[in-house]
């Protein structure tokens, strides 16, 4: 089995609910795929205004 590449963590509590995933995920890109997914369904975000 090969070692797994490190990949950038999720932002504040998010990263310890997605390290459970990551046996589940087989690439890098799976892995940070899910934690950008995440953090933009969970995480709030600004918002401007409509003109």
């Known amino acids: 089995m090969s070692t797994r590449l490190s990949r950038p963590p999720a932002p ?14 087989q690439t890098p890109a799976q892995r940070h795929g899910f934690r950008t997914y995440l953090s933009g369904s969970l995480l709030p ?3 401007f205004p409509r003109h």
């Open 45 to 47: 975000r600004e918002r």
């Open 12 to 25: 504040g509590s998010l990263e310890a609910f997605a390290v459970q995933f990551d046996p589940l995920l």
